[in-house]
């Protein structure tokens, strides 16, 4: 089945200019913004959680200045904004955002409820994609049978027929976890996956069911947290907590490695990223235009033909991970 895809292969990530961690100035995030315009970026994923609305409300500040059939916006469902004048200012890892809190909501209703509210912040008449957030934010957990439930019998469907009334282009998950992207597969008809940080250079998670199952049904992926919450670019943290000293020797074995090569780790691990048929896009974060433009410029690093061969001979990626080049 031939599915509409997003612009690629690189994104924007919206997470970082929601405040995540630390506050960003208003004229910093506007221009990390304008600098993924200037260095050709065309896909921009953001969601109600990233500051509480912020990160919307400044992405739509920049892209209302653009042509809108030239970039594609992405944002996502499942979580409820309702107002409170005495939000905390921090909530859920973001910091100064909106003056909003989270309510967790899966079902139809509140599923056009979020697009219309989404809409509103971002002050623009249409998206692109839709994707339903963190649907199995903690697989282990009590709450993930339910709210699985509840998306596929509520959001799913919802997003289904606003497909079919050409409102949107396309559906799917935003998660952190392979299982419940496989099962949305059997239970509806997704057009694509946002994963984050479940196809890396240290974590290959995707690789053996997931990648092969969105290529059967032609589904797409676009992968997030390539550098895994900022392993991969010199940072000590995992899935956004102090990473295991298992991961850290292998990381420090890639780094090593890249090093002997000439090969800019971070340049390896985007490169990496985008390599399989079924990636649509990669969709790093940016929290300053200087990040967000050596982004760009890292994707685009030449990397020597042997690189990969070598990179596998070191076990240091699986025999049967799609590289760059084929």
Not at 96 to 101: A, I, K, N, V
Not at 305 to 322: S, T, V
Request: proline share 9%; hydrophobic share 45%.
């Amino acid at each position: 089945m031939s599915r509409w895809r997003p612009r690629g292969p690189l994104g924007l990530g919206g997470a970082p200019l929601g405040n995540l961690f630390a506050p960003i100035a208003e004229e910093v995030a506007e221009a990390a913004i304008e600098a993924a315009w200037d260095g050709g970026i065309r896909l921009y994923d953001t969601a109600p959680l990233y500051g509480l609305g912020l990160s919307e409300h400044r992405m739509g500040r920049v892209l209302r200045r653009k042509v809108r059939d030239e970039f594609t916006l992405c944002t996502k469902v499942g979580r409820l904004l309702e107002a409170d004048p005495a939000a905390p200012y921090e909530q859920h890892g973001f910091f100064g955002g909106l003056p909003f809190r989270v309510r967790y909501d899966y079902s139809a209703e509140a599923t056009l409820r979020s697009i219309e509210h989404s809409l509103a912040r971002l002050g623009l008449a249409r998206l692109d994609m839709v994707l339903i957030h963190d649907a199995a934010e903690d697989p282990h957990g009590p709450a993930w049978p339910e709210r699985f439930a509840e998306a596929m019998a509520g959001a799913a469907p919802a997003l289904t027929r606003l497909r079919e009334q050409g409102v949107i282009r396309a559906w799917g998950l935003g998660v952190n976890n392979v299982e419940p992207c496989l099962l949305a597969l059997e239970h509806a008809d997704p057009d694509l996956f946002l994963i984050a940080g479940r196809y890396t250079l240290l974590d290959h998670g995707a690789l053996e069911r997931l990648i092969p199952a969105c290529a059967a049904r032609g589904a797409s992926l676009v992968i997030g947290g390539p550098y895994n919450s900022g392993l991969l670019a010199g940072g000590n943290t995992f899935n956004y907590a102090p990473a295991p000293a298992e991961l850290l020797a292998r990381r420090d074995r890639l780094a090593e490695f890249c090093t002997r090569q000439g090969v800019p780790l971070k340049a390896a691990a985007l490169q990496f990223c985008a390599a399989p048929k079924v990636v649509a896009a990669v969709i790093p974060g940016g929290r300053t235009p200087a990040e967000v433009e050596e982004n760009a410029r890292l994707m685009a690093h030449p990397i020597p033909p042997g690189f990969w061969g070598a990179l596998r001979e070191a076990g240091l990626i699986p025999p049967g991970a799609p590289v760059p080049g084929g």
